[in-house]
């Protein structure tokens, strides 16, 4: 075990090192997850080169704080306090009473006789390509960042430029963007780096018998962090996850050390029992009140039910025919688009109300029931247990009632055919979801309603909005909460960009769309009334402006009545009696619905020819653009023109136009990259492949850089989020329920409101501000901005990577609490965001602040300080001064009220609602990009491909100008920890992995080899031709002499896994070729991967209803 482990913290030095000392430029491509490493070769010398002993070594001590020389020194001490930027080591810093280090470095080199700083310049020129001429000046040495007064110093310490020692040199120079030293130096650990891991063959990445790992011990050595062998040092509880790099508030931030990655000794185990875990789920018993229905009671409700239905359309269309509807292009008409249904959303929603009026009517006619239901809604907001008769009336089968009495469900089949059996063989998604889980065709698919984590709490028990507080007086009016609890108090964080933001809801427009109802003949009804439930639409539910409200009168200026917020509610989608259930018009799944669509119909009007998306030429110059619809009802452009993609909310504001339009790019990018290394594939194969590949890089983005800023690694870790850095994922689970908790879409997830700036910056290729920004309220779908300029989706792109967002707290800006959506002709015609938000949840049925904290295993407020670990005291003072009862607190100003975890963005119970349903998006998820899933899964080549995705490279390919940008888009620029680089030097996905061979088959060894035969390219190398190419394995040689007899000798001393086994028995004077120079390429023969083919281990997944919700309030910041 130790001796792992000393190889483990060797490799994660190396890791780490190779990032620190020497950035990403030199070491790319050298390190391959999931592979064994090839590049050893017993060719090459191994040894530490003088230069780098004496030379480059030595400069590390001038990262030692004077402090710590002669101290003895503890992991706690090393892991927390910073290292030295300073040049030189102080003089009192010193060995003995003459010596400083650096002095005695000096006279060391001399004494070895190591060339001078000139000399390895000259190497690295050569090498690297750094430039220097024949004769070094001191005026040459600006170029390598040599400030006026350090080449002043060196003139009067050195006669000539070409004296100075190779370690003051080297000290001297500027440190390059991301590193700590400069070029010389940097070139120089490079240098050596390369060597010690291309000359040892026992190094623990090589595929050498009897030595070589196999791969599950292969990636448990690379999991393991320096953190985690770090904290088995006494006294060590907490690490930072990078240990070479200081703790922060944000993705550094202290773990316990259970989460970091100390050394699993498992793949070492002879025998691996697997252990299955069961969950059992526990039957609540029927209430004893449906005993007391029959077949009268339910025939009497649903023909009542069918009159009311009845009744409700014909007011419906006398309400239509008498006032119309309002335009699209209105402030609520601009609001209704974010929610607009689609005609299939509303054929199921008719069906819903008739579900609905008649679990009323059953409520309302049984008198013991009545009595019963008192009992219920007096405690229902502190005992969920108490509505199980409302939630019980969903397993009563009514369909021989209601059979043709209402017009069945037929959904537009030119879109979807879903009465079509499951294609088992395809790797590809439908776009509807439809088929994802085998057993259960209908889950996650998109025209599902909602799930919950709580049952509903309506006012009736069935469908009318939460409106009554504990004590039976009403709530809050939305508007006030939103005023005292979310004033605009600008914040700007200190670490993170606006693409936080812009990704946040760009992501949202993947997993939620809640549509809400319209008016007849598909108007939308005006609900900007206080009357307007009883005069305009049965399912508007206004809330008035408070008195004394900050921005808005009290009463309309023009009629000089009460002036109230519109709102329309969302549409039913429950095919059962019991309590109103939301549709989610989108999948559940992260399949990038929002750039392909939800529906065939969708999908098939963005489909361009030869597998790319449609897409607009730009006017100007430029690459393309999204493609341009006249017929998009809510666009404010003077042209007449917006955008479509497969979101109808693309058009909304400009930063979120960029970001689709930067993934149709992509899309458009790796179908052109696929066809050039797959011509003979159609136009429908490419499509289908790039949408693959693009959905896998959503995924990776999503998981590997938004919700570890976003719930911190604590929760990420917690919740089973982390993504894997090799291998296949093996927890899929056909028996969990992927749909989106409505807790989340109504609630949770929308965080990003806070996130907003009043402005989108824009930047030019030199990352200066150009002006004017834009205004925010003054961009909603105005798209003609983009057509009229060359570079806009540029500059708004590099804005905000380079913008800071604002601090995700409960302040959030006016722009959208006053004045979202605003037609500026019209005073307060703008709405309040926030207000929305509170009146959605309730209008959801949505349980109170304090239900979520008990579920999410924080304490359950009895009182008001109760709430004080989680929540500052001066914002409870101002929620006292709202709600009566902390019973009563909305979840979104409860949620947004909350203290960040350590490292994350979020407090613990909104962490908990979103980690829980992105653990289910993975978990649930068929065609999870990692999972193993013979029929869906990438190759392995393909999945290493797929992790080297970031989101700033598919914006840098993207982009018209490829200049430079930061490695990490969702972090903001900085010098040390995240510079900008060029883009071209961002790893980037090699589509030739996914090159399909037309003559099946492989070329082993210069021989054509069938699919299932083997073949022996090299003496010690055998490979099997599968579907996915060679998978090949090193030979173990217990017969060195057999060998011999079976293969010419030069040609086994050439195989270096023959040499590495046999090499001493057949060589006579020893090894050949060890005089020969350094090669840094590794010497890489033209031989098929190593990469051994591993039986792949299955396991019982835990359910959701299994999962044990962690306290997170541990963690908090």
């Not at 599950?216 to 930072?240: D, H, M, W």
């Not at 989608?573 to 969708?602: H, K, M």
């Not at 979101?647 to 696929?674: C, K, W």
């Not at 359910?1103 to 910041?1117: H, M, N, V, W, Y």
Request: include cysteine; glycine fraction near 6%; proline fraction near 7%.
């Amino acid at each position: 075990h130790w001796i792992i482990s000393s190889v483990a913290a060797v490799v994660e030095s190396f890791r780490q090192q190779r990032k620190l000392e020497c950035g990403d430029r030199i070491w790319t491509r050298s390190y391959e997850s999931g592979k064994h490493y090839t590049g050893y070769s017993s060719s090459n010398r191994a040894g530490v080169f003088n230069e780098v002993a004496v030379g480059a070594i030595p400069a590390f001590l001038t990262m030692l704080p004077p402090d710590m020389y002669n101290e003895s020194a503890s992991a706690e001490i090393l892991i927390s306090t910073p290292s030295m930027q300073q040049t030189f080591i102080p003089d009192h810093a010193t060995f003995n009473d003459e010596w400083t280090p650096i002095a005695l470095a000096l006279q060391r080199g001399r004494d070895h006789g190591v060339p001078s700083y000139h000399k390895a310049l000259n190497l690295c020129e050569k090498r690297f390509g750094i430039p220097y001429g024949s004769k070094l000046t001191f005026d040459d040495m600006e170029y390598f960042g040599l400030s006026p007064e350090k080449r002043k110093a060196l003139e009067k310490i050195y006669q000539d430029a070409e004296d100075i020692d190779l370690l003051v040199g080297g000290l001297s120079e500027t440190a390059t963007l991301g590193t700590v030293f400069g070029p010389t130096l940097t070139c120089l650990l490079a240098i050596q780096f390369a060597n010690l891991r291309n000359s040892d063959r026992f190094w623990y990445e090589n595929d050498l018998p009897p030595s070589s790992l196999n791969l599950p011990q292969l990636q448990a050595i690379r999991r393991v962090t320096l953190s985690g062998l770090l904290c088995e040092a006494k006294g060590v509880s907490k690490a930072q996850p990078k240990a070479f790099i200081r703790e922060d508030p944000y993705l550094n931030a202290r773990l316990n050390c259970e989460q970091l990655s100390g050394l699993d000794v498992t793949p070492w185990r002879s025998e691996i029992v697997e252990e299955v875990d069961e969950d059992l789920e526990e039957q609540t018993p029927a209430p004893p009140e449906l005993a007391e229905l029959n077949i009268d009671v339910i025939e009497k409700a649903i023909a009542k039910a069918k009159d009311q239905l009845n009744e409700r359309k014909r007011f419906e269309y006398e309400s239509w025919v008498n006032r119309g509807g309002i335009d699209a292009k209105s402030p609520a008409g601009t609001a209704a688009s974010f929610s607009k249904a689609n005609k299939n959303a509303l054929i199921i929603a008719n069906t819903s109300l008739l579900f609905e009026l008649a679990s009323n009517e059953i409520l309302s006619n049984l008198h013991s029931i009545r009595r019963r239901k008192r009992q219920i809604f007096d405690n229902n907001l502190g005992n969920f247990g108490g509505d199980d008769f409302s939630n019980a009336l969903q397993s009563i089968d009514v369909n021989q009632f209601i059979t043709g009495s209402i017009s069945p469900i037929n959904l537009e089949p030119q879109c979807e055919n879903l009465e079509a059996p499951c294609d088992t063989a395809t790797p590809f998604r439908t776009l509807t979801g439809h088929c994802n889980n085998l057993r259960s065709p209908n889950l996650g698919q998109s025209l599902t309603t909602f799930a919950r984590l709580l049952p509903a709490v309506y006012d009736d028990g069935i469908s009318q909005p939460r409106s009554i507080a504990i004590s039976g007086n009403p709530l809050p009016n939305p508007r006030t909460i939103s005023s005292l609890i979310h004033p605009d108090i600008s914040n700007l964080h200190t670490r993170y960009s606006l693409m936080v933001m812009q990704y946040a809801q760009f992501l949202d427009h993947d997993l939620t769309m809640t549509p809400i109802h319209k008016g007849f003949h598909e108007s939308i009804p005006s609900c900007r009334s206080c009357d307007s439930p009883r005069t305009v639409h049965p399912e508007c539910n206004p809330f008035p402006v408070p008195p004394r409200d900050h921005y808005y009168p009290e009463l309309n200026v023009t009629s000089g009545e009460r002036l109230c917020f519109p709102f329309m509610r969302s549409l039913p989608g429950q095919q059962t009696l019991g309590p109103r259930e939301q549709i989610n018009q989108n999948t559940a799944f992260l399949d990038a619905s929002q750039v392909y669509g939800e529906n065939g119909c969708v999908g098939k009007g963005l489909r361009g020819f030869s597998g790319r998306l449609n897409s607009t030429i730009h006017p100007i110059r430029g690459k393309e653009l999204l493609p341009q619809t006249p017929i998009h009802p809510e666009c404010k452009s003077p042209s007449g023109y917006c955008f479509a993609a497969g979101d109808g909310r693309a058009s909304e504001q400009p930063g979120l136009t960029v970001i689709h339009t930067i993934f149709m790019r992509e899309h458009n990018r790796i179908v052109e990259g696929l066809r050039g290394v797959n011509p003979h594939w159609n136009g429908d194969q490419l499509y289908e492949h790039a949408r693959r590949i693009v959905i896998a890089q959503n995924q990776h983005i999503t998981y590997n850089e938004f919700l570890p800023r976003i719930l911190s690694w604590n929760a990420v870790n917690l919740y089973g989020l982390k993504l894997l850095p090799q291998g296949y994922y093996k927890d899929y689970n056909p028996t969990c329920n992927p749909a989106i908790v409505t807790e989340f879409a109504a609630a949770a997830f929308r965080i990003g409101h806070s996130l907003l700036r009043p402005h989108i910056p824009r930047l030019s290729p030199q990352h200066q501000p150009i002006d004017p920004p834009i205004l925010l309220r003054d961009g909603f779908f105005k798209m003609d901005i983009f057509t009229q300029q060359a570079g806009l989706i540029d500059e708004i792109a590099r804005g905000l990577v380079a913008t800071p967002m604002e601090t995700l707290d409960q302040f959030i800006t006016g722009e959208v609490t006053n004045h979202l959506f605003e037609d500026r002709r019209i005073p307060f015609s703008g709405i309040d965001l926030v207000a929305l938000n509170i009146q959605r949840a309730r209008d959801h049925g949505i349980p109170s602040y304090n239900n979520y904290r008990a579920l999410c295993n924080l304490k359950r407020a009895q009182t008001w300080e109760d709430l004080g670990r989680e929540i500052p005291p001066e914002v409870i003072s101002r929620l006292k001064r709202i709600y009566n009862s902390v019973d009563d607190i909305d979840l979104f100003p409860g949620g947004m009220s909350e203290r960040p975890l350590q490292g994350g963005l979020v407090g613990p119970t909104f962490a908990c609602i979103i980690a829980i349903q992105f653990r289910q998006a993975r978990k649930c998820d068929r065609f999870w990009y990692e999972n193993d899933d013979p029929t869906t899964k990438f190759t392995e080549a393909q999945l290493a491909e797929l992790r080297k995705t970031t989101l700033s490279r598919i914006i840098c390919e993207n982009l018209d100008i490829q200049g430079d940008m930061q490695r990490a888009a969702l972090d903001l620029p900085s010098n040390f920890l995240n510079p900008r680089v060029p883009c071209s030097s961002m790893q980037q996905i090699d589509l030739s992995a996914w090159r399909e061979n037309v003559v099946q088959g492989c070329h082993i060894g210069g021989k054509h080899v069938d699919v299932g035969d083997s073949a022996f390219p090299s003496p010690c190398t055998s490979c099997i031709c599968t579907n996915e190419g060679p998978q090949c394995a090193s030979l173990r040689i217990t017969d060195c002499a057999q060998l011999a007899r079976e293969w010419p000798r030069d040609v086994i001393l050439r195989d270096d896994v023959c040499s590495a086994q046999c090499g001493l028995v057949l060589q006579n004077g020893g090894p050949q070729g060890r005089q020969l120079p350094i090669n840094l390429r590794g010497q890489n023969s033209q031989r098929v991967s190593r990469s051994r083919v591993v039986q792949q281990q299955t396991s019982v997944p835990i359910s959701f209803q299994g999962f044990q919700f962690p306290d997170l309030t541990q963690f908090i910041g």
